[in-house]
């Protein structure tokens, strides 16, 4: 079956940095669209990035771009979040997800599997 293990969240100073890791098994990871979603405490889910593992395309949301890197790893079947310059904004609960549209964003539907989520927690 499906399974996504996120790793990597954290206590962090805001500036700091963390990469969070998303391990994928069940499917045929090297040709899928995944994506990287966050919930903030009291909030909705927001997407944060995806990327295309077959063509190493990727796409952020505006408060991710500049300051957030998607990259996937295929041998690995890994992808990865580089969070840089983390504002207490980004303290959420971000969760690893397998879309089947590109244009996933905010559209819940379009999402197939998740992970369990790691903590990500930005304070001083």
């Known amino acids: 079956q499906v399974q996504l293990v996120e790793s990597g969240g954290d206590l962090v100073q805001p500036g700091g940095s963390l990469r969070l890791s998303c391990v994928a098994s069940?499917?045929?990871?090297?040709?899928?669209?995944m994506f990287w979603v966050r919930q903030a405490p009291g909030k909705g889910l927001e997407w944060v990035a995806g990327?295309?593992?077959?063509?190493?395309?990727?796409r952020y949301a505006d408060s991710a771009k500049g300051r957030f890197t998607i990259s996937n790893d295929n041998a690995k079947n890994t992808v990865y979040l580089q969070m840089n310059s983390l504002k207490p904004e980004d303290t959420a609960l971000y969760y690893c997800?397998?879309?089947?549209?590109?244009?996933?964003?905010?559209?819940?539907?379009?999402?197939?599997?998740w992970g369990q989520g790691t903590q990500v927690t930005v304070s001083s």
């Open positions: 069940g499917f045929t990871f090297s040709s899928s669209l």
């Open positions: 997800a397998r879309a089947k549209s590109w244009f996933a964003g905010n559209d819940w539907s379009s999402y197939l599997d």
């Open positions: 990327i295309n593992t077959r063509a190493d395309r990727t």
